[in-house]
């Protein structure tokens, strides 16, 4: 809790700092839907899975064409599953996890269409899994995995989308966003693990 607490902080005072030299400021609601791609060393089969991230969006212009955007979205969603069948036993891996992540990037925009880069940052707020066995006349086996999990997620983001002008002072978002892992996901000692993203996302912006 106090790394969470911590990190709103500073993320909230960074995002102050800037403000102040703003020549304009867009601040809404943010809504993604996630699809994520699980990779490991050694892992047979394709481990995918959808989720969803609820937050805000920030949105920093200095000029005509630069600024920064930084999405801030209180629940995360990173979901994944895979399923295998051998000798009439189906095995079916669910595993999911939750974030808080702040990803401020800086952005170029051009008559409304804008592409942005930057660091992302996440701490886990959650994380589950379980396995089940089927077999053929057999009542399904569950079981829960407790799989270790790194605290922090590092993530590289780019992406690109288009602002929309509903009246006046208020716009409509539409990005789409690419997740580049550059941390582990499970501390599994000597297990190269991560996930890649692939966002898309709508923000309802107000100017004030």
């Keep these: 809790m106090k790394s969470i607490r911590t990190f709103i902080f500073f993320s909230i005072l960074m995002l102050f700092s800037i403000s102040v030299l703003a020549q304009s400021v867009r601040i809404g609601p943010r809504f993604t839907g996630n699809f994520n791609i699980y990779n490991q060393d050694g892992l047979t089969g394709t481990w995918n899975g959808l989720g969803v991230g609820i937050g805000g969006t ?4 200095f000029g005509k064409t630069i600024g920064i955007m930084t999405n801030i979205i209180m629940f995360d969603m990173r979901n994944f599953s895979n399923s295998q ?10 595993l999911t996890l939750s974030y808080l992540t702040i990803t401020p990037m800086f952005k170029a925009e051009f008559s409304g269409f804008y592409m942005a880069g930057g660091p992302s940052f996440g701490v886990k707020l959650n ?5 089940t066995q089927t077999t053929t006349g057999q009542t399904p086996t569950v079981n829960p995995l407790n799989i270790e999990t790194k605290s922090l997620k ?7 989308g288009y602002n929309f002008k509903l009246s006046d002072g208020i716009y409509l978002a539409s990005d789409i966003l690419v997740f580049i892992p550059i941390s582990k996901t499970y501390d599994t000692p000597g297990v ?4 890649f993203t692939i966002k898309l996302g709508a923000s309802l912006k107000f100017q004030i």
């Design 154 to 160: 590092f993530d590289i983001a780019v992406g690109t």
């Design 58 to 61: 920030v949105d920093v212009t």
């Design 127 to 131: 994380s589950s899994g379980e396995q």
């Design 192 to 195: 190269s693990n991560s996930i």
């Design 85 to 94: 069948t051998q000798n009439n036993t189906t095995t079916e891996t669910s």
